[in-house]
């Protein structure tokens, strides 16, 4: 869900991952939440102005479909490390 609160460069701070396609286009693949808190603090003058992204490139012979999986996978595993939440 949506993030609400302070930016916390602790709590927030991992890197986003991102895809970028043939034509220089990115898109988020992890941490959507993370970037529209951090869009929405900033336009306040309240965030953190930068964020660290790692990037998965298709001219480094990563398709879309890929960068989904990864970021499925990531979601995946993170839910599973969260200690608060019921599995």
């Keep these: 869900?949506?993030?609400?609160?302070?930016?916390?460069?602790?709590?927030?701070?991992?890197?986003?991952?991102?895809?970028?396609?043939?034509?220089?286009n990115f898109f988020v693949v992890d941490g959507h939440h993370r970037l529209e808190m951090a869009q929405r603090l900033n336009a306040e003058g309240k965030g953190p102005k930068t964020l660290l992204t790692r990037v998965l490139r298709e001219k480094d012979g990563v398709s879309a479909d890929d960068a989904r999986l990864i970021g499925a996978f990531i979601n995946f595993a993170e839910e599973f490390r969260d200690p608060q939440k019921p599995h």
Aim: charged content about 35%; proline content about 8%.
């Design 1 to 24: 869900g949506k993030l609400e609160g302070e930016w916390n460069p602790l709590l927030h701070g991992k890197p986003l991952l991102a895809y970028e396609d043939k034509d220089g």
